[in-house]
């Protein structure tokens, strides 16, 4: 039986052009169908662009206070790149404003420019076409007005970097594997790679192929997983608040009896360093 209230993780591989706050909503809505009630939590650890297919982790009730530490795990990306071009959002979202000359790149270069720049610890500006506040609205909201946006650098890690594909000199187009931490913006990675190239670049493809232990051949699709929720019994809001609170009483009178045994020990261990009190002798 699932128990939505006390919580739940569900690992989805989220499908192109949908947010992940619309994966997150989905879930909700077919969660609060089956359990009669609209006091049903759902959150995701990790956003992912509408234009980034992968591992998505979905949390239910209880279970979204492990948000924080679930997107903190390492995380890897497979990046389709394109470069000689450049967009105002760095992917497919808007459209091409700039195109350079790439002829001059090829394979060792890339390497070059891979090893030497973009391994380990590095700064990165956050796109501002992203979800960053200034001064308290998201980024992406003042950029669609065409306001300047300027944000700080952020120090991540990239732990490894390499080349899966180069259509050079052909066709410019690269394909990356990247395992990186937490808060790394690969449509960033690819405008900076570009311009390390002594080009622009932005990016075609995004796919996250894994979260922590999470790989993405362990996740279902939403539509799968809204099967899945479809054919499951409940633990019903009331039966999921009972048992909690049992369990809290529980944990309680446990708490209660190991307070009281580390008291009563650290008595014993007073008396036993007391010293003894000298008795007068009569002469």
């Given amino acids: 039986m699932l128990n939505p209230i006390e919580g739940e ?25 089956h359990l009669h009630t609209r006091q049903v939590k759902v959150g995701h650890a990790g956003t992912l662009d509408p234009l ?15 948000i924080d530490e679930l997107q903190a795990g390492v995380k890897e990306y497979i990046a389709d790149l394109r470069l000689g071009a450049t967009t105002p959002s760095y992917d497919l979202e808007t459209q091409v404003d700039a195109t350079f000359d790439w002829q001059h790149i090829d394979r060792d270069l890339i390497d070059r420019v891979l090893s ?26 003042l950029a669609r007005k065409g306001q300047d946006v300027e944000i700080r650098p952020k120090t991540l890690v990239i732990d490894e ?9 052909d066709e410019p187009s690269l394909q990356l594997r990247v395992v990186c931490s937490k808060g790394t913006y690969i449509r960033a990675l690819a405008r900076d790679i570009g311009l390390a190239l002594g080009s622009g670049a932005h990016l075609t493809g995004l796919r996250r192929t894994r979260v922590g232990d999470i790989t993405v ?35 309680n ?3 209660a009896a190991r ?25």
């Fill in 9 to 33: 993780i569900f690992y989805i591989d989220k499908p192109l052009r949908m947010t992940s706050f619309a994966a997150v909503k989905k879930v909700r809505a077919v969660l609060r169908t």
């Fill in 52 to 66: 980034a297919t992968g591992v998505l982790i979905l949390c239910t009730g209880h279970a979204t206070k492990r």
């Fill in 253 to 255: 009178r446990q708490r």
């Fill in 259 to 283: 307070m009281k045994a580390e008291h009563e020990a650290r008595k014993q261990h007073k008396k036993c360093d007391a010293v003894p009190k000298r008795t007068s002798q009569i002469k």
């Fill in 116 to 141: 030497e720049q973009f391994t380990g610890s590095i700064e990165q500006v956050p796109p501002s076409f992203s979800a960053c506040k200034i001064d308290g609205k998201p980024a992406y909201k």
């Fill in 217 to 251: 051949d362990k996740c279902l699709t939403l539509d799968q997983l809204v099967d899945k929720l479809d054919s499951e019994t409940y633990v019903s809001p009331e039966q999921a608040a009972a048992e909690r609170l049992e369990r809290e009483r529980i944990e």
């Fill in 161 to 169: 970097i390499e080349v899966l594909k180069c259509g050079l000199p």
